[in-house]
């Protein structure tokens, strides 16, 4: 299988703080391909990198044929994302938000239209386009998320933790979405979750990291076997000890833990 | 250019949909020109200066201009903190494109805001001369881009808006008090003197002032070279620093 996505030696440091620590994989073309991790693990970081957010220390990655930190643009074409926290602005409606991806992507005005039903009619929002997205609750904004992703027809969907806080129903939809895409589109689609459930039935393969290493990566029979477990969740806590990880809060988290401060500007 | 226009829409839209944001803009400048413009009069008329309403109204212009520039700048740490920064940033744009379409946005509110107190003043009885209002307009503009650029500047270089209060404190009012918006530059103690020249808004009142009234105290032609200077180094250094930002 052709490779879309090719990390090798990737590290990155944060003063001395090691947060990757030489990492090399592989996705395939058309994978669905979990990345799984406890809380700090490096994942985000990972995430970051790959997607030209944040400079790597040293090592290499290919996008697509493209090399991230050389190639940024043609980097950026080739991938769509939903980041962990949401990134909307609320107050513009769904359809001003897609249109506002649609131009900074540069896709021609009459597929862009043409587009934006196709996809928003998917996510099942199109008769919600000329909402302000602060109406939405938050399994629509992260359906909306998920179309406006896809909007310029990227071969990659990075997806981090897309389900997070949504309930039974919007994830079990947002789950139909994915597949979809990867069955009638080809799409690879790499994501983060905490939910174990999710990578042993949706994921092609798995890669568990910890402590800025990949400790193992291979398709769910192969994981189960090195580790001698039954589950997904056991071969994890086999591979990741049962102790808490506590995580220092970014920046947004330290911010949403003072309520009073939203209203303020925003 | 698609993409500095599509940036600079989302800003007009935000403003023109938080009505409250518009209108609580505008409180402080008119208490400025009401409270001030016709408290302080009487004795400005004595002590010989003319008529303080006069003086006073395109310094409460400019003031105006100010606030809105810088808000709309500070306003990248909101965008840093609730993900819509990240939506731009890894899209195929140059951060230059994204940095002059945030700033041409912000500048366009600022100088709407700015127009909106003209119009008051007029209202409560400023009559300017018209005859310069072309000029007027581009030091509005001038001000309005360098002040929202000077804005997003501190933005790229703050965490979180834990250092919001700092900035509202120890840069724009004192950007305020220390212009020429108050009060004359003449015969200030000579501490105050060195101190408002190298303010920038100092060359951004005398020049609206200037414009409108034909009282100038470093002359158009000064004003408006230096105000050109600063806002092409302001961003430059706050295209600079915007591009340094990672997430």
Same mark, same amino acid.
């Given at each position: 299988?052709?490779?879309?996505?090719?990390?090798?030696?990737?590290?990155?440091?944060?003063?001395?703080?090691?947060?990757? %620590?030489?990492?090399?994989?592989?996705?395939?073309?058309?994978?669905?391909?979990?990345?799984?991790?406890?809380n700090?693990?490096g994942?985000?970081?990972?995430?970051?990198?790959?997607?030209?957010?944040?400079?790597?220390?040293?090592?290499?990655?290919?996008?697509? %044929?493209?090399?991230?930190?050389?190639?940024?643009?043609?980097?950026?074409?080739?991938?769509?994302?939903?980041?962990?926290?949401?990134?909307l602005?609320?107050?513009?409606?769904?359809?001003?938000?897609?249109?506002?991806h649609?131009?900074?992507?540069?896709v021609?005005k009459?597929?862009?239209?043409?587009?934006?039903?196709?996809?928003?009619?998917f996510?099942?929002?199109?008769?919600?386009k000329?909402?302000?997205?602060?109406?939405f609750?938050?399994?629509?904004?992260r359906?909306?998320?998920i179309?406006?992703?896809?909007?310029?027809?990227?071969?990659?969907?990075?997806?981090?933790?897309?389900?997070?806080?949504?309930?039974?129903?919007?994830?079990n939809?947002?789950?139909?979405y994915?597949?979809?895409?990867?069955?009638?589109?080809?799409?690879?689609?790499?994501?983060?979750?905490?939910?174990?459930?999710?990578?042993?039935?949706?994921?092609?393969?798995?890669?568990?990291?910890?402590?800025?290493?990949?400790m193992?990566?291979?398709?769910?029979?192969?994981?189960?076997?090195?580790?001698?477990?039954?589950?997904?969740?056991?071969?994890?806590?086999?591979?990741?000890? %049962?102790?808490?990880?506590?995580?220092?809060?970014?920046?947004?988290?330290?911010?949403?833990?003072?309520p009073?401060m939203?209203?303020?500007?925003? | 250019?698609?993409a500095?226009?599509?940036?600079?829409?989302?800003?007009?839209?935000r403003?023109?949909?938080?009505?409250?944001?518009?209108?609580?803009?505008?409180?402080?400048?008119v208490?400025?020109?009401?409270?001030?413009?016709?408290?302080?009069?009487?004795?400005?008329?004595?002590?010989?200066?003319g008529?303080?309403?006069?003086?006073?109204?395109?310094g409460?212009?400019?003031?105006?201009?100010?606030?809105?520039?810088?808000?709309?700048?500070?306003?990248?740490?909101?965008?840093?903190?609730?993900?819509?920064l990240?939506e731009?940033?890894?899209?195929?744009?140059?951060?230059?494109?994204i940095?002059?379409?945030?700033?041409?946005?912000?500048?366009?509110?600022?100088?709407?805001?700015?127009?909106?107190?003209?119009?008051?003043?007029?209202?409560?009885?400023?009559r300017?001369?018209?005859?310069?209002?072309?000029?007027?307009?581009?030091?509005?503009?001038?001000?309005?881009?360098?002040?929202?650029?000077?804005?997003?500047?501190?933005?790229?270089?703050?965490?979180?808006?834990?250092?919001?209060?700092?900035?509202?404190?120890?840069l724009?009012? =004192?950007?305020?008090?220390?212009?020429?918006?108050?009060? =004359?530059?003449?015969?200030? =103690?000579?501490v105050?003197?060195?101190?408002?020249?190298?303010?920038?808004?100092?060359?951004?009142?005398?020049?609206?002032?200037?414009?409108?009234?034909?009282?100038?105290?470093?002359?158009?032609?000064?004003?408006?070279?230096?105000?050109?200077?600063?806002?092409f180094?302001?961003?430059?250094?706050?295209?600079?620093?915007?591009?340094?930002?990672?997430?």
């Amino acid at each position: 299988m052709e490779n879309i996505i090719a990390v090798a030696d990737l590290v990155k440091k944060f003063q001395s703080f090691v947060a990757v %620590n030489a990492i090399t994989f592989q996705v395939g073309k058309g994978e669905i391909f979990a990345f799984l991790g406890p809380n700090g693990a490096g994942k985000t970081t990972t995430i970051k990198m790959l997607t030209t957010l944040l400079q790597p220390t040293s090592g290499t990655i290919t996008i697509n %044929n493209f090399d991230v930190v050389r190639e940024k643009d043609n980097v950026r074409k080739s991938f769509g994302i939903v980041f962990q926290d949401p990134s909307l602005e609320d107050e513009l409606t769904a359809e001003e938000n897609m249109e506002f991806h649609g131009v900074l992507y540069n896709v021609p005005k009459h597929i862009r239209k043409q587009r934006i039903k196709e996809l928003l009619t998917f996510v099942e929002l199109w008769d919600r386009k000329n909402s302000l997205v602060k109406t939405f609750s938050g399994g629509m904004k992260r359906r909306l998320e998920i179309a406006r992703g896809l909007l310029h027809h990227p071969k990659i969907f990075f997806l981090d933790e897309p389900t997070l806080g949504l309930d039974p129903q919007t994830r079990n939809h947002i789950w139909s979405y994915i597949k979809n895409l990867r069955d009638k589109e080809g799409i690879t689609i790499f994501f983060t979750t905490h939910y174990m459930e999710e990578a042993q039935e949706m994921a092609d393969r798995i890669a568990i990291m910890d402590h800025g290493k990949i400790m193992t990566i291979g398709t769910l029979p192969e994981l189960l076997q090195a580790t001698k477990t039954k589950s997904l969740e056991k071969a994890f806590l086999h591979l990741t000890g %049962n102790e808490i990880r506590d995580e220092y809060a970014s920046a947004s988290e330290r911010l949403k833990a003072r309520p009073f401060m939203r209203g303020r500007m925003g | 250019m698609n993409a500095i226009y599509i940036l600079w829409l989302r800003e007009l839209k935000r403003y023109f949909r938080s009505r409250a944001r518009m209108i609580g803009s505008l409180g402080q400048p008119v208490l400025f020109l009401l409270a001030l413009g016709f408290g302080l009069g009487p004795v400005f008329q004595r002590a010989g200066q003319g008529n303080y309403f006069q003086f006073l109204a395109p310094g409460v212009m400019a003031m105006g201009i100010l606030f809105t520039a810088i808000f709309a700048g500070i306003q990248v740490i909101w965008d840093k903190q609730f993900g819509f920064l990240k939506e731009t940033l890894v899209a195929p744009v140059s951060r230059l494109n994204i940095m002059l379409g945030k700033t041409l946005g912000g500048a366009t509110i600022a100088f709407i805001q700015g127009t909106v107190v003209f119009i008051l003043a007029i209202i409560f009885g400023f009559r300017p001369d018209l005859t310069l209002l072309p000029l007027t307009l581009l030091f509005m503009l001038i001000i309005a881009i360098f002040f929202t650029a000077l804005g997003i500047s501190v933005a790229s270089m703050l965490e979180d808006i834990s250092g919001f209060q700092l900035i509202m404190n120890f840069l724009v009012q =004192p950007l305020f008090f220390l212009s020429g918006a108050l009060y =004359p530059l003449t015969n200030l =103690p000579s501490v105050l003197t060195t101190i408002t020249s190298i303010d920038p808004l100092t060359y951004g009142v005398d020049g609206i002032r200037g414009s409108l009234t034909h009282t100038t105290h470093f002359g158009l032609g000064t004003d408006l070279g230096v105000l050109i200077i600063l806002m092409f180094v302001v961003l430059s250094i706050g295209s600079y620093l915007f591009s340094k930002i990672e997430m």
